[in-house]
């Protein structure tokens, strides 16, 4: 799979995905924050870029025919645990490959505004990878360049394949992309995170373990769609 080919293709689609949905500059180039930014998120709606991009996402991957898009009637049902989060939509991205880990688009609101924060999840059900953005506060806003690329980071981990989601029980995860890696309560846990990943991916890890192959290959024939399927971006 060619990424600038893909990437190329995405940005073609936001194009007109996100014709609604402008990009900002970071708000503080200069790394100051002031103490009520800190309680406020002035233009929540601003981060509807977030659905654009995925909506782009999911135009790049299914156009070609290396998954199809199945929305989902109930939303959380999709994912492994939920976590505290209302989901207001989700889009499942099924490729077409065989052992290859399905991609969830996840949909939430910032301050009451719908489809403002993206839960990235992949698996079935689904782990989450990553939800955006971290705070909707103005205070921690970096600008929509930052929030674009990690999209992009996340979903490009899934479809090639180099993601990993490592589950110790209670609360206990660790979320490898690529080089990446983040842990959440890891410290209690006897194997260090390095060495808890490469036994994830060597396949012999204690524990549940979330990945799958890259999405692609060239000359893969699509699945047909289900006999009376519909299939919309969510």
């Given at each position: 799979?060619d990424?600038?080919v ?59 025919g ?48 719908p ?41 490009l ?78």
């Amino acid at each position: 799979m060619d990424h600038s080919v893909l990437r190329g293709a995405v940005d073609e689609a936001f194009a007109v995905t996100g014709a609604d949905t402008p990009p900002w500059p970071d708000p503080h180039p200069d790394g100051e924050v002031r103490d009520e930014e800190y309680t406020r998120c002035t233009k929540p709606e601003k981060y509807r870029i977030l659905a654009a991009r995925a909506q782009a996402w999911t135009r790049a991957l299914c156009g070609p025919g290396l998954a199809e898009a199945e929305p989902a009637a109930a939303p959380a049902a999709l994912w492994r645990r939920a976590g505290d989060r209302a989901l207001g939509g989700a889009v499942r991205l099924r490729p077409v490959r065989a052992g290859a880990a399905p991609l969830i688009f996840g949909f939430a609101a910032v301050d009451g505004v719908p489809r403002t924060v993206l839960v990235i999840g992949a698996g079935e059900p689904a782990k989450t990878l990553g939800a955006l953005p971290d705070c909707g506060c103005d205070a921690c806003d970096d600008g929509s360049e930052q929030l674009i690329e990690a999209v992009d980071d996340l979903v490009l981990a899934v479809v090639t394949g180099t993601f990993v989601h490592i589950d110790a029980g209670r609360g206990r995860e660790i979320v490898a992309t690529g080089d990446e890696r983040s842990a959440s309560d890891w410290d209690d846990v006897r194997d260090p995170v390095e060495e808890a990943v490469a036994a994830a991916r060597a396949g012999h890890s204690p524990y549940e373990v979330v990945q799958g192959q890259a999405w692609g290959v060239p000359g893969a024939t699509p699945r047909p769609p289900a006999a009376g399927s519909a299939v919309r971006e969510g």
